[in-house]
């Protein structure tokens, strides 16, 4: 779709490798040149935070580095080779075998080479995920549902009332995948679901894949990333799906969007309203707290705002700090590069959410034309808050601006159990945006500061 | 600048380099200077790197340059760290704000089908629009490479359209096993920068050097010597000098051992033939080469003498407190010498190491780095090579439990964490150069040593991924080796 990229915010297909780590003890295997999988992991997990290996990534990663030999004469040999290894000398529950450029090209078919193993029944799927078909968000959907078709397969047992299936942010690509997906699973089950959240630490792993099938309906959290997984388990499970596109970030989204999955799942309306309103008296509890703050240190305090981020969290995040902290959204990236259908679809959800900033809109990929918009728009402006990656970090530092990290790549901040979502993750972001006026030099409300270091 | 430049032969058949070894350094060493072994096999192997990456390492970081990465976008996807080391070393050697120059032709399904040269040249188009650059460099992936894009004759059009060098750099991850092939490309393009000498510059030498500290201005400017730290963080005028150079060293000949060699017999700049200056030892050999190189002498010995009794006192305490520790080195080949060279000569035990390939020899035979261990370290026991491999290296590291791992690059020190070993992540490679390096190194491996309870909690939690049977003692490590050859 997009042409040319600098400053780049995604990865290619095989960005699906990570996808795979985020299963617990599911292990891919890479059938690629030597340098793909290194590469995948030092964006999508270094670069993300400075997430690790977790179990089984990082250098870990079975591979067939293609070498030139294989090129010419073909890698499906030197492949099931590799496989045969892996099974032997890892500890996993499923394999994935995902493909490279190298594979993707010359035709080697890996999906074939792993049928043959799953014959035996040994639990692996292939999927191909050459870079050149398209980028992590196209990989991290073209191996779920390769794993659905594979490994989870054609059941299709009884529903079990009250229990979903959760698609929403793409783990490793969203930085902040493992606090969001907690924070989700918790807020559901709060009302009364039982979740299958499929990946992180909050995941049953397999067996709560091989539980997929069994799901009353599937909630998609996420305007169109997931979208080709939920209609299809729709085809193929009978199972319908909920389509909620807005990130819930602090009170006034999340108490819409608990309202909304109650409804569609016929919870107890009663008992939705009163986890709401407990939620909520928590929550401004909190909230107001920060008025003395907010009041004391107006002088110094942005209320410009630059969002970059995939469309998930742009929109989000921007409506929460648009709608509900009052901030002014000046420049709103969007970096995913969705395709037409779904760009249209992108743009309605924008439309409705954030109605009165449909010009601060940008749908690019490219980060230099991101930051030369955003340095114009900036002015000499030293009262904007910057939100995206590293990118956007540089030019905060260049203008005086505050910033947060939001989105890939990050190199410059541990991410752990860290979330932005719900009504936690509202506060959570508040207290990261406004601790950071403090982390450079003395701050006082006694002296007006023309630009905000934030400790950059 | 010449255009007409030949080509470089990937190191499994320049230098015969091999990625399977087991034994003992002294067996290595007498067997690699006859170049009588193979590069080796193994039927399951886990991910390494590429030489991609390697070449675009050497270009990106030059200041007025830019680069075009013609790839899929995972090729360049990383770029967002080697800015950030990028801007870390700017601000280390006093250049000012480094700012990321590269673009990715981002090829997609279209490009692989119908060609990607359309794609390329709007890229060229756009680097000297939005970087009004020097030179600009073009490297190729496993996808252009394999589709037969005219990566060449692309850059050769339009860089008479915008009157800026365009130079391509062939280095497909999928055409050589060992990644540092991709220094050696980059290098031989490199050279088309450099112009013939002027007049000499008696008082400046070549340091290849990746990212990382200015360790080397300190050391060299006590013989009065200008460094040129290259090819990172230098201009594309600095770039085209080197040719005037007194004399030319690395850190790490796996590094640089193509353009030493090339610059020697091109430019008659010759090389430091000593080890690089890590450890006692091998810094006064370095300096006096240096010296000599740069008629120096005289002012050498009296530095030498002066920065031994600097560095003494706390040198001997550093060997008395360290001198029972058995250490293990797990790093490319020649920086693996050097750095168990430095260990050694901290008092502690080399009882293992592990290099990610190993060169049979140098561009410039007489140049063997592990050689110079030998000779200073003594034999190595445990000398594997292997590139990086950590279902192997996990097993070795089990086997030895060593009291210390030093580890070269990212993402393998963990394995020392998992397994409660204290562990030094040596990513600033300049950092233990010269005679403060050595107290460096010491110093921090003391302070490794006092986590040991993080250490310790993170390793009796974690879980390795292998089965029982392969972390059993008695499953070989070399299992898979010789398979499918």
Same mark, same amino acid.
């Given at each position: 779709m997009?042409g040319?990229?600098?400053?780049?915010?995604f990865?290619?297909?095989?960005?699906?490798?990570?996808?795979?780590?985020a299963?617990?003890?599911a292990i /891919?295997?890479?059938? $690629?040149?030597?340098?793909?999988s290194?590469?995948?992991?030092?964006?999508a997990?270094?670069?993300a935070?400075?997430?690790g290996e977790?179990?089984?990534?990082?250098?870990?990663?079975?591979?067939t580095?293609?070498s030139?030999?294989d090129v010419v004469?073909?890698g !499906?040999e030197?492949l099931r080779?590799?496989?045969e290894?892996?099974?032997?000398?890892?500890k996993?529950?499923?394999?994935v075998?995902?493909?490279g450029?190298?594979a993707?090209?010359?035709?080697?078919?890996? #999906?074939?080479?792993a049928?043959?193993? $799953?014959?035996?029944?040994?639990?692996?799927?292939g999927?191909?995920?050459?870079?050149?078909?398209?980028?992590?968000?196209?990989?991290?959907e073209?191996?779920?549902?390769?794993?659905?078709?594979?490994?989870?397969g054609?059941a299709?047992? /009884?529903?079990?009332k009250?229990?979903v299936n959760?698609?929403?942010v793409?783990?490793y690509?969203?930085p902040?995948w493992?606090?969001?997906?907690e924070?989700?699973?918790?807020?559901?089950e709060?009302?009364g679901l039982r979740?299958?959240?499929?990946f992180?630490?909050?995941?049953k792993g397999t067996?709560?894949?091989k539980n997929?099938p069994?799901a009353?309906?599937?909630?998609?959290?996420?305007?169109?990333v997931?979208?080709?997984i939920?209609t299809h388990?729709e !085809?193929?499970y009978?199972?319908p799906?909920?389509?909620?596109?807005v990130?819930?970030?602090g009170?006034?989204?999340?108490?819409a969007?608990?309202r909304?999955?109650?409804?569609?799942?016929q919870?107890?309306?009663e008992?939705?309203?009163?986890?709401i309103?407990?939620e909520?008296r928590r929550?401004?509890d909190?909230?107001v707290?920060i008025?003395?703050?907010?009041a004391?240190y107006?002088?110094n305090l942005?209320?410009?705002l630059y969002?970059?981020?995939?469309s998930l969290y742009?929109?989000?995040?921007?409506?929460?700090l648009?709608?509900e902290?009052?901030?002014i /959204?000046?420049?709103?990236?969007?970096t995913?590069?969705?395709?037409p259908?779904n760009?249209?679809?992108?743009?309605?959800?924008?439309?409705k959410?954030?109605?009165?900033y449909?010009?601060?809109l940008?749908?690019?990929?490219?980060? #230099?034309?991101?930051?030369?918009?955003?340095?114009?728009?900036l002015?000499?402006?030293?009262?904007a808050l910057?939100?995206g990656?590293d990118?956007?970090r540089e030019?905060a530092?260049?203008?005086?601006n505050?910033?947060q990290y939001?989105s890939?790549p990050?190199n410059q901040?541990?991410i752990?159990?860290?979330?932005?979502?719900?009504?936690q993750g509202?506060l959570?972001?508040?207290?990261e945006i406004?601790g950071?006026?403090?982390?450079?030099?003395?701050?006082?409300a006694?002296?007006?500061?023309?630009?905000?270091?934030?400790?950059? | 600048?010449s255009?007409?430049?030949?080509?470089v032969?990937i190191r499994?058949?320049?230098?015969?380099?091999i990625?399977?070894y087991n034994g003992?350094?002294q067996?290595? *060493?007498?067997?690699?200077?006859?170049g009588?072994l193979?590069?080796g096999?193994?039927?399951y192997?886990?991910?390494? *790197?590429c030489?991609e990456g390697?070449?675009v390492?050497q270009?990106y970081?030059?200041?007025?340059?830019a680069?075009?990465e013609h790839?899929p976008?995972?090729?360049?996807?990383?770029i967002?760290?080697s800015c950030?080391?990028?801007?870390?070393?700017?601000k280390?050697?006093?250049?000012g704000?480094?700012?990321?120059?590269a673009?990715?032709t981002?090829?997609?399904?279209?490009e692989t089908?119908?060609g990607?040269t359309?794609?390329?040249r709007?890229?060229i188009?756009?680097?000297k629009?939005?970087?009004d650059?020097?030179v =600009?460099?073009?490297?190729t992936?496993c996808v252009?490479g394999i589709?037969g894009?005219?990566?060449?004759?692309?850059?050769?059009?339009t860089q008479?359209? =915008?009157?800026?060098?365009?130079?391509?750099?062939s280095?497909?991850?999928?055409k050589?096993? =060992?990644?540092?092939?991709?220094?050696?490309i980059a290098?031989?393009?490199?050279?088309r920068?450099?112009r013939?000498?002027?007049?000499k510059?008696?008082?400046?030498?070549?340091?290849?050097?990746?990212?990382?500290s200015?360790?080397?201005?300190?050391l060299?400017?006590?013989l009065?010597l200008r460094v040129n730290?290259?090819?990172? &963080?230098t201009?594309v005028e600095?770039?085209?000098q080197?040719?005037e150079?007194?004399?030319t060293?690395t850190i790490?000949?796996?590094l640089a051992?193509y353009?030493?060699?090339?610059?020697?017999?091109r430019y008659k700049?010759?090389q430091?033939?000593?080890?690089?200056?890590?450890c006692?030892?091998?810094?006064?050999r370095?300096?006096?080469e240096v010296?000599?190189?740069?008629?120096?002498e005289?002012?050498?010995?009296?530095?030498?003498?002066?920065?031994n009794?600097?560095?003494?006192p706390?040198l001997?305490v550093?060997r008395?407190?360290?001198g029972? &520790?058995?250490?293990y080195?797990?790093a490319g080949?020649a920086?693996?010498?050097?750095?168990?060279?430095?260990?050694?000569?901290?008092g502690?035990?080399?009882?293992g190491m592990?290099?990610?390939?190993?060169d049979?020899?140098?561009?410039?035979?007489e140049? *063997?780095t592990?050689n110079?261990m030998v000779e200073s370290v003594?034999?190595?026991?445990?000398?594997t090579?292997?590139n990086?491999?950590?279902? &192997?290296?996990?097993?070795?590291?089990?086997?030895?439990?060593p009291?210390?791992l030093?580890?070269?690059?990212?993402?393998?020190a963990v394995?020392?964490y998992?397994?409660?070993?204290?562990t030094?992540?040596e990513?600033d490679?300049n950092?233990?150069?010269?005679y403060?390096g050595?107290?460096?190194?010491?110093?921090?491996?003391?302070?490794?040593?006092?986590?040991?309870k993080l250490?310790q909690?993170?390793s009796e939690?974690?879980?390795?991924?292998y089965?029982d049977w392969w972390?059993d003692e008695?499953?070989?490590?070399?299992?898979?080796?010789?398979?499918?050859?």
């Open positions: 997009s040319i990229i600098s400053q780049p915010r990865t290619c297909a095989l960005g699906a490798q990570q996808t795979v780590l299963i617990p003890k /891919p295997i890479i059938h $690629a040149g030597p340098g793909c290194m590469k995948i992991f030092d964006y997990a270094t670069g935070g400075r997430q977790g179990y089984a990534g990082g250098n870990h990663v079975s591979c580095n293609a030139e030999t004469f073909g !499906e030197k080779s590799v496989i290894g892996a099974i032997k000398i890892l996993g529950d499923l394999f075998v995902l493909s450029c190298t993707g090209i010359i035709g080697d078919d890996v #999906e074939k080479v049928k043959v193993f $799953a014959r035996d029944g040994r639990p692996l799927v999927v191909e995920t050459s870079g050149f078909k398209g980028n992590n968000y196209f990989g991290h073209a191996v779920v549902v390769g794993i659905i078709d594979q490994f989870v054609e299709r047992p /009884p529903k079990k009250g229990t959760v698609f929403s793409v783990p690509q969203d902040y493992r606090g969001d997906l924070q989700i699973k918790s807020l559901l709060k009302i979740v299958n959240i499929l992180g630490a909050g995941s067996e709560e894949w997929i069994k009353e309906f599937n909630i998609l959290l996420s305007p169109w997931g979208l080709s939920v388990l !085809e193929k009978g199972a799906f909920f389509h909620y596109p990130l819930p970030v009170a006034k989204e999340t108490s969007f608990l909304a999955v109650g409804e569609y799942a919870l107890s309306k008992t939705v309203e009163r986890i309103a407990e909520e929550y401004y909190y909230f707290s008025g003395d703050f907010i004391l107006q002088n942005p209320y410009e969002t970059s981020a995939d742009a929109i989000g995040i921007t409506k929460y648009e709608n902290v009052g901030y /959204p000046k420049g709103i990236y969007i995913d590069d969705p395709n259908a760009l249209e679809q992108v743009k309605e959800i924008a439309a959410n954030i109605p009165e449909q010009n601060s940008l749908f690019e990929a490219d980060g #230099e034309i991101i930051a030369q918009d955003i340095k114009e728009k002015g000499t402006s030293t009262r910057l939100i990656s990118w956007e030019i530092r260049e203008t005086g505050l910033f939001l890939n990050i901040k541990l752990i159990r860290q979330t932005f979502v719900g009504y509202g959570n972001l508040l207290e406004y950071a006026l403090f982390a450079g030099e003395e701050v006082s006694a002296t007006y500061v023309e630009a905000i270091s934030g400790g950059l | 600048m255009l007409a430049n030949k080509t032969d499994e058949n320049r230098l015969h380099t990625l399977h003992d350094a067996d290595l *060493n007498e067997r690699g200077k006859k009588e193979q590069i096999n193994s039927g192997e886990q991910c390494g *790197n030489q390697c070449a390492g270009v970081g030059i200041l007025d340059a680069l075009i790839a976008l995972g090729c360049y996807a990383t967002s760290a950030v080391s990028g801007k870390s070393t700017a280390a050697r006093g250049k704000v480094f700012h990321n120059k673009i990715c981002n090829i997609s399904e279209r089908i119908y990607g359309e794609i390329l709007e890229a188009l756009e680097a629009k939005r970087y650059p020097r =600009i460099f073009v490297t992936a252009s589709v894009d005219d990566v060449e004759g692309t850059a050769r059009d008479d359209e =915008i009157g800026v060098p365009v130079i391509s750099i280095c497909e991850g999928f050589s096993r =060992i990644w540092s092939s991709g220094f050696d290098f031989n393009e490199i050279l920068i450099v013939e000498p002027r007049k510059q008696d008082d400046l030498v070549n340091i290849f050097n990746f990212v990382g200015d360790t080397f201005t300190p060299l400017s006590m009065n730290y290259l090819p990172s &963080q201009t600095e770039l085209s080197i040719s150079a007194a004399c060293a790490c000949e796996t051992t353009i030493g060699d090339e610059l020697e017999r700049v010759p430091v033939k000593a080890a690089a200056p890590y006692l030892g091998w810094t006064d370095w300096m006096r010296a000599k190189l740069t008629h120096r005289s002012l050498a010995e009296q530095v030498i003498q002066k920065e009794e600097r560095i003494r706390e001997e550093l008395k407190e360290l029972n &520790q058995r250490v080195v797990f080949d920086y693996a010498h050097n750095m168990a060279n430095i260990a050694s000569d901290l502690m035990e080399v009882v592990t290099t990610y390939h190993h049979q020899y140098a561009d410039t035979r140049i *063997n592990l110079f003594g034999n190595v026991p445990n000398y090579v292997c990086k491999q950590p279902y &192997q290296v996990l097993k070795f590291l089990k086997a030895l439990k009291d210390i030093i580890v070269r690059h990212q993402a393998l394995y020392g998992k397994l409660g070993i204290p030094i992540f990513a490679s950092k233990c150069v010269g403060d050595i107290i460096e190194l010491g110093r921090r491996i003391k302070r490794v040593f006092q986590t040991r250490i909690n993170i939690n974690a879980e390795l991924p089965t972390m008695g499953t070989d490590p070399f299992y898979f080796e010789g398979e499918h050859q």
